[in-house]
């Protein structure tokens, strides 16, 4: 019998990185039984662009149980931006409850080759897990291929130094991982319903890190090298060094809160979960001495880490598109 695939996706004021991946799921060899799209409130056309491409769109979660099962278009409206963790998790709250037998979840500025999801698909089954996540790997972005988190290093007190990466060129067909990003994954839907939706007090970044986690408990996470999902906004060697050294800004709170949060949350002992935030707290105090941005970064780096220390989650700090 065929399987039901449900793409989830969330959207923020891109329409036309929105229009280019809706069209890669149309062109899927296998082919999708419903496109749900969760708009964090955006302003520049989306909902009447889907409106015009046959979406049913709505704004009370009350009205999704009087949509037809045959509709193969819904969008909801936020009346609010939830931010990622937000859109994804409301998404994903909604979308779990259709009938379907898996979710296949993006955002809005990702392309899928025509085979991506016939892929995934294959080596679920090959496996027999119960999630799998495409590679994202093309001329303008190299994946990290995480096959490890060490949550026992108190000195690696960055997310991304406790990774351990697959080496390249990634020379297998495909990787048990341990971390994902929101950005192709393909998960069984009766698994998001034992573990239930993404935490969305992350608001931004760090809630798909988390979720991996929680997937592992029932289920190993299989990368499939040749299953391709484009990132549309990637650019070849850009050059970070500039923004390294320059003054911190919202999206860095959520970065410096949320570290903290997750390795006091997944820290294998009491160094990890209490010395490692107060070494990264040291580190970006220091960093905003030498860059000659105290002024700015310090009070955001103390409150990005007493929250973090507190778990005081959700939108703490304004977001500024």
């Not at 996706?9 to 036309?16: E, G, I």
């Not at 990003?181 to 069984?188: A, Q």
Request: charge should be positive; hydrophobic fraction near 35%; glycine fraction near 4%.
């Amino acid at each position: 019998m065929t399987k039901k695939v449900c793409v989830v996706l969330v959207t923020y004021n891109r329409l036309a990185c929105l229009k280019k991946v809706l069209q890669g799921i149309a062109e899927q060899t296998y082919p999708v039984s419903r496109v749900f799209i969760f708009d964090n409130n955006s302003s520049d056309g989306t909902n009447d662009y889907l409106e015009q491409q046959g979406f049913e769109v709505i704004t009370q979660t009350s009205q999704l149980a009087q949509v037809p099962a045959e509709q193969f278009g819904i969008c909801f409206r936020s009346s609010e931006n939830l931010g990622g963790a937000g859109g994804f998790a409301n998404a994903i709250k909604m979308a779990k409850d259709f009938s379907s037998d898996y979710l296949w979840i993006m955002d809005d500025d990702v392309y899928p080759e025509s085979d991506c999801l016939a892929r995934l698909l294959g080596k679920i089954k090959q496996n027999n897990v119960q999630a799998a996540i495409p590679s994202r790997n093309d001329e303008n972005y190299q994946d990290l291929v995480c096959l490890d988190i060490d949550f026992s290093d108190f000195k690696k007190f960055w997310t991304w130094w406790r990774k351990k990466p697959a080496k390249y060129p990634l020379d297998e067909e495909q990787y048990f991982v341990s971390d994902m990003p929101f950005e192709g994954p393909l998960l069984k839907t009766d698994l998001v319903r034992k573990i239930g939706i993404p935490d969305q007090g992350f608001f931004l970044e760090y809630d798909d890190s988390d979720y991996a986690q929680r997937i592992l408990q029932y289920s190993k996470i299989v990368y499939v090298t040749n299953a391709i999902l484009h990132r549309q906004l990637a650019k070849k060697n850009a050059n970070n060094t500039q923004a390294l050294h320059a003054p911190y800004t919202w999206r860095m709170y959520y970065t410096l809160r949320n570290n903290i949060i997750f390795d006091r949350r997944y820290g294998k002992n009491w160094a990890v979960r209490h010395v490692s935030p107060r070494l990264l707290l040291l580190q970006t105090l220091l960093i905003a001495i030498r860059d000659r941005h105290v002024k700015q970064n310090v009070p955001l780096i103390l409150k990005a880490y007493r929250d973090g220390i507190h778990e005081r989650m959700g939108k703490r700090v304004e977001p500024n598109y």
